[in-house]
């Protein structure tokens, strides 16, 4: 997998790791918190789905190629990830358990980073075009019985990407890219309607908080690197949540009591592939921020439940 622009798009590779791998059953949250928290980790040596909670860790897929991306359904039954377990990556589902996978696309491009949508009918994916000079990214959804897929916002003159769902309004935020740089967007499912929360072409990866009324997302318009910013639903009142100059703060989620933000961070690099990522939780008032989940792997992509 690839990265797109500053804002690193997709995990990380396999990598050497240096010290033998604990057993996953053996780590812990370093915070105490309530839920369960779905993520992606290369402790093991290739990119497999974890399972975290105030009981430690589970691993929920563990085979040979690479799991990613993981994404609770809107009723907490299912996760959706994406493998390329045949060739390509494609989206598939599995219960909480890591038991009845299924695979829910098929085709000749990579289809990636999604997220369903409120009804938990559809999920909403990403393809990736190839292009002779690099690639090109279009959202599509797909509906889970009958399969039929059909292609999101089919008039936005660019590149749109990495979907995310109000799950109050009829609202989807993305990441997307018209002329140079990478902005977020919000779309209206009803009116069909546009509209760009950002313009500086420094922006990425749009959450919403439980109650639809807050947007974490990342920029990094003030380091260069990438922090955790935080804005409403309309694009007002943009604030700065992670204050740290020498670290890539990226990939955020919020705490279902809408209290925190859950990101990833590391030292070295804002591509995924050359960072030694870890789990770390900002507190939305105080902007405290501690390391929440270390792991020998590079641990991203965390949903909360």
């Not at 990119?47 to 009981?55: G, R």
């Not at 299924?102 to 009804?119: C, K, L, N, Y």
């Not at 509209?195 to 990342?218: E, M, Q």
Request: proline share 6%.
């Amino acid at each position: 997998m690839t990265s797109f622009g500053t804002c690193s798009k997709n995990g990380p590779d396999k990598k050497d790791i240096q010290s033998p791998v604990p057993n996953a059953d053996s780590l812990k949250a370093e915070v105490a918190f309530d839920g369960e928290i779905v993520f992606q980790s290369d402790m093991d040596g290739d990119n497999e789905i974890y399972l975290l909670t105030s009981k430690g860790v589970k691993k929920l897929t563990d085979n040979a190629w690479s799991d990613e991306y993981p994404k609770w359904s809107p009723d907490g039954k299912w996760v959706a990830f994406t493998s390329n377990r045949t060739g390509n990556f494609d989206v598939y589902i599995m219960n909480e358990d890591g038991e009845q996978v299924r695979q829910i696309t098929s085709g000749p491009r990579d289809e990636v980073e999604h997220a369903w949508f409120p009804d938990g009918r559809r999920i909403a994916y990403t393809e990736e075009v190839k292009r002779p000079f690099g690639k090109s990214y279009a959202l599509w959804a797909v509906d889970l019985g009958s399969r039929v897929k059909s292609r999101l916002m089919p008039d936005f003159q660019g590149s749109n990407a990495l979907p995310a769902f109000s799950p109050r309004e009829p609202l989807m935020a993305f990441t997307g890219k018209k002329t140079m740089g990478w902005d977020v967007f919000v779309y209206n499912l009803e009116t069909k309607a546009v509209k760009n929360l950002t313009d500086n072409g420094k922006t990425c990866r749009p959450d919403f908080s439980a109650d639809g009324s807050r947007i974490a997302y990342v920029s990094h318009e003030s380091d260069g690197k990438g922090d955790i910013w935080m804005m409403g639903r309309d694009g007002g009142g943009k604030t700065r949540l992670t204050l740290r100059d020498d670290s890539y703060d990226y990939f955020p989620c919020w705490s279902p009591d809408g209290r925190s933000v859950l990101f990833c961070s590391n030292t070295k690099s804002m591509y995924a592939e050359k960072g030694d990522w870890d789990l770390y939780l900002v507190d939305v008032e105080t902007g405290r921020v501690a390391l929440f989940f270390k792991s020998p792997g590079r641990d991203v992509f965390p949903d909360w439940r």
